[in-house]
């Protein structure tokens, strides 16, 4: 290589790498402006009961939609009969900034109604009572590619880390069915069964740690916000995982589409 030309790479190759660096740096920092849009349309969804120790059971995540008194979480999240104590109360925390305090929030509990529940994808729709909470907005999950740079805010651990909303960054890191063939029969159990009579359906492998108390919590774009799923923690390891005799850490989202078809049957898009 010539002296010119070394010179000429030179030249070009510094602002190449300067802009390089200044669009990753850009990228950064648009990550915490997006978390603090998000943030306020994540609820906690669980129970209350006046007469009980404590009062508030946390059982899982949720976030707004629709006209910002409905709430998406999973399915498995909402307590089945045999889980409700007597006068305990469906409800969900949101977080509204306090009067007169900028930049001061307070948690506010609302009781809340299931509108649908849709099992075969562990989601469920609920409704709220009070004031409109902000919406996030749903992404076509078809877009979705692997290796894409998502986050997830929830309420992990069932609150023992406080009910200050928690988000982790992380990659998808595959597109994969929720229920794949076992190797054996003494591999399957009930709910691997169901799902593979109903239909397998795709679901999101991420690169990254959600705890029990996530489930629920969108799963968005880390520069947009906008919703791409919604992280499951139970329902989809009791299938995927269902012959592993060590259960992984890797967590898994539902796909955004089936919250599109849930919102559409009830005419809420």
């Known amino acids: 290589m010539t002296e010119r030309r070394t010179r000429a790479l030179r030249r070009w190759s510094i602002p190449a790498v300067g802009l390089l660096l200044w669009a990753c740096t850009a990228v950064q920092a648009d990550v915490p402006e997006t978390i603090s849009r998000v943030k306020p349309s994540v ?3 669980g129970t209350f009961n006046a007469t009980s120790s404590p009062r508030f059971s946390l059982r899982g995540s949720g976030f707004v939609v629709g006209d910002g008194n409905l709430a998406i979480t999973n399915a498995h999240v909402i307590p089945d009969g045999a889980q409700v104590e007597v006068d305990s109360k469906l409800v969900v925390q949101v977080r509204v900034e306090t009067k007169g305090s ?3 929030s307070e948690l506010l509990m609302r009781q809340a109604s299931v509108i649908e529940v849709d099992k075969l994808h562990d989601l469920a ?3 709220f009572d009070g004031a409109p909470v902000p919406k996030l907005t749903l992404r076509d999950s078809d877009t979705v590619r692997e290796g894409q740079s998502i986050a997830f805010t929830g309420f992990p651990i069932g609150g023992a880390l406080g009910f200050s ?3 982790h960054r992380g990659i998808v890191s595959s597109i994969t069915p929720i229920a794949l063939p076992s190797a054996s029969a003494q591999q399957l159990n009930a709910r691997n069964i169901a799902s593979l009579r109903s239909g397998s359906f795709n679901i999101f492998q991420l690169d990254a740690t959600a705890y029990p108390g996530n489930s629920g919590g ?3 774009d880390a520069e947009t916000g906008e919703v791409l799923g ?3 923690m139970v329902f989809v390891k009791g299938t995927k995982e269902s ?10 989202a539902i796909p955004s589409k ?3 078809q849930l919102l559409h049957r009830q005419k809420t898009e």
């Open 218 to 220: 969108p799963m968005f």
């Open 125 to 127: 729709l609920l409704q």
């Open 230 to 232: 919604v992280i499951n």
């Open 43 to 45: 609820v906690i969804v």
């Open 258 to 260: 089936y919250v599109f």
């Open 165 to 167: 909303a928690v988000t």
């Open 102 to 104: 900028a930049g001061q």
């Open 243 to 252: 012959a592993l005799t060590n259960p992984t850490g890797i967590s898994y």
